[in-house]
């Protein structure tokens, strides 16, 4: 295939006669003494070789329009290497060409087929799809593989994939040289047309990053499908156009083509269609195809259009001169090219240096793949392969010892009379912008549509209209007057940053109130077909809702919790604090009892024998013994009275108690627990939230919480506070402010929240408010604005004193002690019908209810007393003696009574 047998020759003639079909199949035209020539030269390396080096190509020859240039360019470098002597002088190259179909399991399948074969060097895959699936392969055998055209920002990395390397600049390169064009030309807003695959995402993911690192803001996307490449329909065209009318709405003047060569022509046909074609529009295409593989229709309207390219274009004439091939050349096949060529180079140096291509057989594993062969030493050799440099035909060629890409400049190009030429070049390795694009000086200036030699202006870089925004009303976020009228009947810190907004960027904004939910407000916004392209609502960013809407960046950071019934907490404050664990009739009931003891007091303890009477004040005083427990145990000495004694000090000791746990509790009750802490506490409870709110979707989906119920904010407190539901969840701010102003609800503190979402503005899909507001959102926070104004919204005093109440405490009313208090009437009760049955038919019992003869009883104590008197010297006892009934009662000293008083059984004085 590589070399111009006779009937290439004559195949050669008819090309330069018609140079179409020439084009055709890439032919290289050489003159038989050359062809002759170069086949000597094959022959007698090969004769004279030491050894055969199989090296295998793995194209997707059959599925992308380039497959077979590559082919043929691999086999140009193959024959090219053969036929110098001063490269690989006793070593024969031998190619083994696989047409991987841009399939992964074929690709892989060619792989193992090649290595079973001995191949010591492959160059591909052509495709990243490929290529990762086929790395590993490459791990396990220590076979080099050199991917010509796969871009894939993963494959750079070498620590991941050693033994693949990627000859073609990364998607990341890519994308960062665009974005740095862009900020040459002070270009601030731009569009994007990309396709709608795998591939499209992932370059449009790099280039999202690299914008957004460089405060370049992408206004829309238009994401297009992949179309025929042979049949081309004007339905596409119109469906493309209308996917792209947002673009000419928004005024984006700057766009990036980011789809497939064969794609380019629906997007510039539909463009032209939408008028988008001339001097007020900048087109900036990623495509590697040469202009003469293009439509030559589709050329015309690339006129003044820029690109992107990995090799200069004077590199691929000179190469196409050089090999007198008649073909389009793309800067795929000089890849491909130049793949051949350093691994050739680096086995060269490989052999020099005493190194073999010796191989060992791998043993067979449960995998199912078959013997393979392992290269030795092909750690050696990938290390030679990535300190190879040279200059090749895709320019200067050399490997980074940091990141394991190729050092690789990327050139600017600009279509110029239906060809693309090098206007300018852009290296990743300058410390400025300025450094690392290099335009005018030796390159010729940029033609512009329209022939114009004046570079366009980024004319969506200012925003002048009126923004329709619709406003969720949701206190603390947004509050209504119904006083006002127009916008000034909203307020509040959403509103703020609308203001501070409208200020910075220079537009108008009409507002109007939105009565639904938060879901049917972000459908309302999706709507292409209604003026309201801005939502002004605390509506958290979800990747459902950000499928139908763009999103701003977050305003605040919502934290989700709890609203829970408030503990009723009776206040233990102020002078009179003391008193608040009893209600005031148990008071009241207390001192009724007091003086109530007096007196039964009175009536059971008078009827002794040597005290007929007790005094009013005695009575109150042995009443106050008896509550605080200073009372003598003779203090009471009847059955009956001792009985009521039992029960009172029961019932005051209960009392006390309750006292004292109260009180207490009053001191402490901030420091208790709470009882319900998070989510999982609330497990098959009732359950309330927003209706039509993100929320609800969390909380049906924790397992165990069933019991959701969704209903109007306003309804939230009302419902916790009957207990129709255990809690309602909604974010921290929201719920704080309802239990600011409502004591019968509160939050726990922020310790417990569970949840953090991001609050944003919505705003219909592809707007240009998106970026220009996202740009000021930022610059707030970054100058502490936003900051600032959260402290003044978000900061409020709350009308109740227990806004994070954690426990409940009551006082204690009549009814809780009430059975206590009735078993303490009955023995009370019983101790005065005891009085009067001993004072009816037992008047003379003896003291303390003994049984003992009253006179006995006097001599006993009379003996006691004087013993006692005997044993301490000048002690002086008082004590209350009965005496017998016919002599008057007497608080005497006893020591100071004579002894023959003692015994006089008439004396009437003391």
């Known amino acids: 295939?590589?070399?111009?047998?006779?009937?290439?020759?004559?195949?050669?003639?008819?090309?330069?006669?018609?140079?179409?079909?020439?084009?055709?199949?890439?032919?290289?035209?050489?003159?038989?003494?050359?062809?002759?020539?170069?086949?000597?030269?094959?022959?007698?390396?090969?004769?004279?070789?030491?050894?055969?080096?199989?090296?295998?190509?793995?194209?997707?020859?059959?599925?992308?329009?380039?497959?077979?240039?590559?082919?043929?360019?691999?086999?140009?470098?193959?024959?090219?290497?053969?036929?110098?002597?001063?490269?690989?002088?006793?070593?024969?190259?031998?190619?083994?060409?696989?047409?991987?179909?841009?399939?992964?399991?074929?690709?892989?399948?060619?792989?193992?087929?090649?290595?079973?074969?001995?191949?010591?060097?492959?160059?591909?895959?052509?495709?990243?799809?490929?290529?990762?699936?086929?790395?590993?392969?490459?791990?396990?055998?220590?076979?080099?593989?050199?991917?010509?055209?796969?871009?894939?920002?993963?494959?750079?990395?070498?620590?991941?994939?050693?033994?693949?390397?990627?000859?073609?600049?990364?998607?990341?390169?890519?994308?960062?040289?665009?974005?740095?064009?862009?900020?040459?030309?002070?270009?601030?807003?731009?569009?994007?047309?990309?396709?709608?695959?795998?591939?499209?995402?992932?370059?449009?993911?790099?280039?999202?990053?690299?914008?957004?690192?460089?405060?370049?803001?992408?206004?829309?996307?238009?994401?297009?499908?992949?179309?025929?490449?042979?049949?081309?329909?004007?339905?596409?065209?119109?469906?493309?156009?209308?996917?792209?009318?947002?673009?000419?709405?928004?005024?984006?003047?700057?766009?990036?083509?980011?789809?497939?060569?064969?794609?380019?022509?629906?997007?510039?046909?539909?463009?032209?269609?939408?008028?988008?074609?001339?001097?007020?529009?900048?087109?900036?295409?990623?495509?590697?195809?040469?202009?003469?593989?293009?439509?030559?229709?589709?050329?015309?309207?690339?006129?003044?259009?820029?690109?992107?390219?990995?090799?200069?274009?004077?590199?691929?004439?000179?190469?196409?001169?050089?090999?007198?091939?008649?073909?389009?050349?793309?800067?795929?096949?000089?890849?491909?090219?130049?793949?051949?060529?350093?691994?050739?180079?680096?086995?060269?140096?490989?052999?020099?240096?005493?190194?073999?291509?010796?191989?060992?057989?791998?043993?067979?594993?449960?995998?199912?793949?078959?013997?393979?062969?392992?290269?030795?030493?092909?750690?050696?050799?990938?290390?030679?392969?990535?300190?190879?440099?040279?200059?090749?035909?895709?320019?200067?060629?050399?490997?980074?010892?940091?990141?394991?890409?190729?050092?690789?400049?990327?050139?600017?190009?600009?279509?110029?009379?239906?060809?693309?030429?090098?206007?300018?070049?852009?290296?990743?390795?300058?410390?400025?912008?300025?450094?690392?694009?290099?335009?005018?000086?030796?390159?010729?200036?940029?033609?512009?549509?329209?022939?114009?030699?004046?570079?366009?202006?980024?004319?969506?870089?200012?925003?002048?209209?009126?923004?329709?925004?619709?406003?969720?009303?949701?206190?603390?976020?947004?509050?209504?007057?119904?006083?006002?009228?127009?916008?000034?009947?909203?307020s509040g810190y959403l509103i703020d940053i609308l203001q501070e907004l409208k200020e910075r960027i220079g537009f108008e904004y009409r507002l109007e109130k939105w009565n639904g939910t938060y879901n049917d407000l972000v459908e309302f916004i999706a709507a292409s077909d209604n003026p309201f392209t801005l939502a002004v609502a605390d509506i958290i960013i979800t990747s459902d809702r950000w499928k139908i809407v763009d999103f701003t960046i977050s305003t605040h950071l919502a934290t989700m919790t709890m609203l829970l019934k408030a503990p009723k907490v009776a206040s233990a404050s102020g002078m009179w604090g003391f008193l608040a664990p009893f209600h005031y009739s148990v008071w009241l009931v207390l001192l009724s009892f007091f003086f109530f003891s007096a007196l039964i007091l009175k009536l059971t303890e008078a009827h002794r024998k040597y005290h007929p009477t007790l005094k009013a004040g005695e009575c109150l005083w042995m009443s106050f013994s008896v509550f605080f427990g200073t009372h003598k145990d003779d203090a009471v000495s009847s059955i009956h009275g001792r009985g009521w004694l039992i029960v009172t000090l029961m019932t005051l000791m209960v009392i006390n108690a309750a006292y004292t746990a109260v009180l207490t509790t009053f001191l402490l009750s901030k420091e208790l627990q709470l009882t319900v802490t998070e989510i999982q506490d609330l497990l098959n409870e009732p359950v309330g939230t927003i209706e039509a709110s993100h929320n609800v979707r969390y909380l049906k989906n924790i397992e165990g919480l069933r019991h959701v119920l969704e209903m109007p904010l306003d309804q939230a407190s009302e419902t916790v506070v009957a207990d129709r539901i255990k809690a309602f969840v909604s974010s921290r701010l929201t719920l704080e402010y309802i239990a600011a102003h409502n004591c019968s609800v509160h939050v726990p503190s922020s310790d417990y929240d569970f949840r953090r979402e991001n609050i944003a503005f919505p705003v219909q899909k592809g707007s240009v408010m998106t970026a220009a507001m996202n740009r000021h959102i930022q610059d707030m926070w970054d100058s502490n604005y936003l900051s600032q104004l959260y402290k003044r919204h978000f900061i409020w005093s709350s009308q109740c004193d227990k806004l994070y109440a954690t426990t409940e405490v009551d006082t204690i009313d009549l009814g809780e002690v009430a059975g206590i208090f009735l078993v303490l009437a009955i023995v009370t009760v019983l101790a005065i019908v005891g009085h009067f049955v001993t004072k009816r038919w037992f008047p003379n019992a003896g003291g303390w209810c003994t049984g003992e003869d009253p006179d006995e009883y006097y001599e006993r104590m009379k003996q006691e007393q004087e013993e006692s008197k005997g044993g301490s010297g000048s002690q002086y006892i008082l004590e209350v003696i009965e005496k017998p009934p016919n002599t008057n009662d007497c608080l005497t000293p006893i020591g100071d009574i004579p002894q023959q008083q003692l015994h006089g059984a008439n004396q009437t004085s003391c």
């Open 1 to 490: 295939m590589f070399l111009c047998v006779t009937s290439h020759s004559i195949l050669c003639c008819l090309a330069v006669l018609f140079s179409s079909w020439g084009r055709f199949h890439g032919v290289a035209c050489h003159s038989s003494s050359e062809v002759n020539t170069n086949r000597q030269r094959s022959e007698e390396k090969r004769r004279e070789a030491v050894e055969e080096v199989l090296v295998a190509s793995l194209i997707p020859i059959s599925s992308e329009p380039t497959g077979q240039l590559e082919k043929e360019a691999f086999l140009y470098a193959v024959r090219d290497i053969n036929t110098n002597p001063s490269i690989l002088p006793r070593h024969y190259i031998k190619p083994l060409v696989y047409d991987t179909k841009g399939d992964t399991w074929t690709g892989f399948q060619s792989a193992v087929d090649a290595i079973t074969k001995g191949a010591a060097m492959v160059v591909g895959p052509g495709m990243s799809n490929v290529a990762r699936v086929v790395s590993p392969l490459a791990t396990h055998t220590t076979v080099p593989f050199i991917t010509p055209t796969a871009p894939a920002q993963a494959l750079a990395f070498h620590e991941v994939h050693e033994f693949v390397l990627q000859l073609s600049p990364s998607d990341r390169l890519y994308s960062q040289g665009m974005v740095e064009i862009l900020l040459h030309f002070q270009w601030q807003h731009v569009g994007v047309v990309r396709s709608n695959d795998d591939y499209g995402r992932n370059n449009m993911r790099n280039l999202n990053t690299a914008a957004y690192e460089n405060n370049i803001q992408i206004v829309y996307t238009v994401e297009i499908p992949s179309f025929s490449t042979t049949d081309r329909k004007q339905s596409d065209i119109d469906m493309v156009a209308g996917m792209m009318y947002q673009l000419k709405y928004l005024q984006a003047r700057i766009i990036i083509v980011d789809v497939l060569d064969h794609d380019l022509y629906v997007v510039f046909y539909a463009a032209a269609k939408l008028g988008m074609i001339g001097a007020d529009y900048v087109w900036i295409v990623s495509s590697e195809s040469p202009a003469d593989i293009l439509d030559p229709q589709l050329v015309n309207l690339m006129e003044g259009s820029l690109g992107v390219s990995s090799a200069p274009p004077d590199k691929a004439k000179e190469w196409k001169t050089e090999h007198n091939v008649t073909s389009t050349v793309s800067v795929y096949q000089l890849y491909t090219y130049d793949s051949v060529w350093l691994l050739a180079r680096a086995l060269d140096s490989f052999i020099r240096d005493g190194h073999t291509l010796k191989t060992m057989t791998l043993a067979a594993d449960s995998s199912g793949l078959p013997s393979l062969q392992r290269l030795v030493e092909g750690h050696v050799l990938v290390d030679y392969i990535r300190n190879v440099s040279f200059e090749g035909v895709s320019g200067h060629i050399k490997f980074s010892n940091v990141t394991g890409e190729r050092l690789k400049s990327l050139h600017i190009v600009n279509m110029v009379n239906g060809s693309f030429e090098t206007v300018g070049q852009w290296t990743p390795y300058g410390q400025t912008v300025s450094s690392r694009v290099s335009m005018g000086g030796d390159y010729p200036p940029v033609t512009w549509p329209g022939g114009s030699t004046t570079e366009p202006l980024d004319r969506a870089s200012s925003i002048h209209q009126t923004v329709h925004a619709m406003v969720m009303v949701t206190e603390p976020f947004v509050f209504f007057s119904e006083e006002k009228t127009g916008n000034k009947r909203f």
